[in-house]
């Protein structure tokens, strides 16, 4: 037979006659589940419950030892519910314990107890409680209903409630223990119900970060007391998704209902929630007890001896709501006092004291009070705001780098002389390296700061050393070299400005040269040194000199040319003037003596006129010299 998922399906129509109201802004509204829970492998008192008649399953919580809660829809015999109040036979139900369905152990249900006043329409008093036919398996604890005296109240918003529960998963899956945490968001106890979804005495939650599904019914949601976990809440009925909000029965209002079904003969060591519930009349730590167990280091549920009251193990807490006596433990039954809670916090800027209920307190001091801490290094003390703040600390530096300066908390400032040779400094990077000497700080060498370089600006500060400054581009400069001719500085170099130093003098006879200190140089090549001559002969070097050592005779033999020599083109001859006299009674013409000369009688002597008086003579007179040095 398949197994169905008890889960009551809600939504704000059908609550809508229910509640009287169909506003559900009051709820957060998220998309996520219980679904989102963890395997539960601490809650063993929470069981599944198989309905056979109808093949349904649903949650349970074992809260004694024999006695299982569950929600009322979980033993209908019309898992639709369109009949209700017809729970199925104790026969019909089984309880299985263990975190998983397939392996669970199982046990029969002898009496099945419905609320008498169910109602499947309007989703009110959701409870049944399963009497067991045999104990439970050895090992599972039951966890107590919360008695109303411990009743939830709105207050109690924000509350972390615990639920556990086989239902289905956001996988769809159904049969593993799962349990998950969420906060109590609404407390409804209105007899009309509450913000068109919760009906009277129920207690509702968002289903984010996660929460009850379908299978989940019946199952418990769990809620802390003192640290003693009760059952606060039965799965009743959410929306169809399991992702906007559940809501569970309300179990402090149901306390005459669960313990007029567990009676009140249950015997020592059966789990209780009242005093009523119990043949001894005692309810003591969840158990019924022998008697109150009135010591303080005494406990009526310990593992080897429940139901009765037995002394605490060393060491057990056993509080006496006063903090400043320290923390109280038992001792061989009884409760001793622990160390007194010492509240010196160790300032003299705050009043120390002891509140039993929170513990120590320190209170400030008044602002400007005095608080000498006896360290006279720091300077003078006072409070403000609860501290001790130091005004102005004591200043020990002598200027000397020649002392080792301290501050003593009693003596105040020493001044300790260091050793001759140790290293100072008077904060001048300029005089040098310092050292002591006889407790006074010695310069050393001044700082050399020129870097010869003529385009910077050197100096020298006292807190950084040496400092070079680019001087102005183009300014003129020398860089020691006469062979580049004109220098200029740019960006701190100097530089050539044009061509370098010309030192050719064109003389064959010098071997040119530049030096950068003396500048040019041009030295005489060895005498006899060929150094040309041209076309008119040769020439030699004598003492750096290019002289002749032999001509060449350009003379053509001709009275009407002047003859010469051009290195370059050789011999020249230049024809002479038209009538130049180159004879006796002849003169040039077109540069060669062939013309006569008019009117001359030649008497040997050159060429005279008829009347004896002849211009040859004057002209040959000057010509002679002239001829004689063409002929030298």
């Known amino acids: 037979m398949s197994r169905k998922a008890f889960w009551i399906v809600t939504g704000g129509l059908l609550l809508a006659p229910a509640c009287g109201v169909n506003d559900m802004s009051e709820f957060r509204h998220f998309g996520q589940r219980i679904i989102n829970g963890s395997v539960d492998n601490t809650n063993n008192a929470v069981v599944v419950l198989y309905n056979t008649a109808v093949g349904a399953l ?45 392996s669970a152990t199982w046990r029969n249900v002898s009496e099945l107890r419905q609320h008498p006043n169910w109602d499947c329409n309007n989703l009110v008093n959701d409870i049944t409680m399963l009497r067991l036919s045999s104990a439970p398996p050895s090992g599972v604890t039951p966890i107590p209903y919360l008695p109303s005296t411990l009743e939830v109240t709105s207050d109690d918003v924000g509350t972390q409630l615990e639920f556990s529960g086989y239902g289905q998963t956001e996988s769809g899956s159904t049969g593993t223990r799962l349990h998950v945490s969420n906060a109590l968001d ?21 289903e984010n970060p996660g929460g009850p599904c379908s299978g989940d019914s019946g199952g418990p949601a769990f809620i802390l007391r003192s640290g003693t976990k009760y059952v606060a809440g039965i799965t009743s009925y959410g929306d169809q998704n399991c992702s906007q909000f559940g809501c569970s029965t309300k179990v402090d209002a149901f306390e005459d209902f669960i313990t007029d079904f567990i009676g009140t003969s249950l015997p020592l060591g059966s789990t209780c929630s009242a005093g009523t519930q119990c043949q001894s009349g005692f309810c003591v730590d969840s158990v019924c007890c022998e008697n109150s167990c009135a010591s303080a280091c005494q406990s009526c549920n310990l593992a080897s001896s429940r139901g009765y009251c037995r002394a605490d193990p060393d060491n057990t807490p056993c509080p006496d709501s006063n903090l400043c006596n320290g923390t109280e433990v038992c001792r061989s039954g009884s409760c001793t006092a622990g160390t007194a809670l010492n509240c010196d916090d160790g300032s003299l800027c705050t009043t120390d ?22 360290n006279v290094c720091n300077g003078q003390e006072t409070c403000q705001n609860g501290a001790c703040l130091s005004q102005n600390p004591l200043n020990c530096d002598d200027g000397n780098g020649c002392t080792a300066d301290v501050c003593d908390s009693i003596n105040g400032c020493l001044h300790t002389q260091l050793p001759d040779g140790a290293w100072c400094s008077d904060n001048n990077a300029c005089n040098g390296l310092e050292t002591c000497r006889g407790g006074a700080c010695q310069p050393g060498n001044p700082l050399d700061c020129n870097d010869f370089n003529p385009c910077t600006l050197d100096t020298c500060n006292p807190g950084s050393g040496c400092v070079r400054q680019n001087i102005a581009n183009g300014s003129p400069c020398d860089d020691g070299n006469l062979c580049n001719g004109a220098d200029a500085c740019q960006n701190g170099t100097c530089l050539p400005t044009g061509a370098g130093l010309a030192c050719d003098d064109h003389n064959p006879c010098t071997t040119d040269s530049c030096d950068p200190v003396l500048g040019c140089r041009n030295a005489p090549v060895a005498d006899g040194t060929n150094c040309g001559g041209g076309l008119c002969g040769t020439a030699v070097c004598q003492g750096g000199a290019c002289v002749p ?80 040095r063409k002929r030298s």
């Not at 609404?186 to 968002?206: E, H, K, M, P, Q």
């Not at 004291?353 to 006896?374: E, L, M, V, Y």
């Open 58 to 102: 649903c949650t349970g919580t074992l809260i004694t030892n024999d006695v299982v809660m569950t929600a009322a829809h979980c033993v209908e015999s019309d898992p639709y519910m369109n009949n209700c109040n017809r729970p199925v036979s104790a026969s019909s139900m089984r309880v299985g314990f263990g975190v998983y369905e397939s």
């Open 353 to 374: 004291a002891c509140n039993p209920s929170t513990g120590c307190t320190h209170a400030p001091a008044n602002n400007g009070a005095s608080c000498d801490d006896r």
């Open 549 to 628: 050592s032999g001509t060449v005779n350009c003379d053509d033999d001709n009275a009407c040319t002047i003859d010469s020599c051009a290195t370059d083109v050789g011999c020249l001859h230049m024809p002479r003037p038209d009538g130049y006299e180159c004879g006796d009674c002849v003169m040039c013409q077109a540069g060669t003596c062939s013309a006569e000369v008019p009117d001359c009688k030649s008497d040997g002597c050159g060429c005279g006129t008829a009347d004896g008086a002849g211009t040859g003579g004057l002209a040959m007179l000057l010509l002679a010299p002239f001829l004689r």
């Open 186 to 206: 609404l407390v409804c106890i209105s007899a009309s119900g509450c913000s068109g979804y919760a009906s009277r005495n129920t207690i509702c939650y968002d």
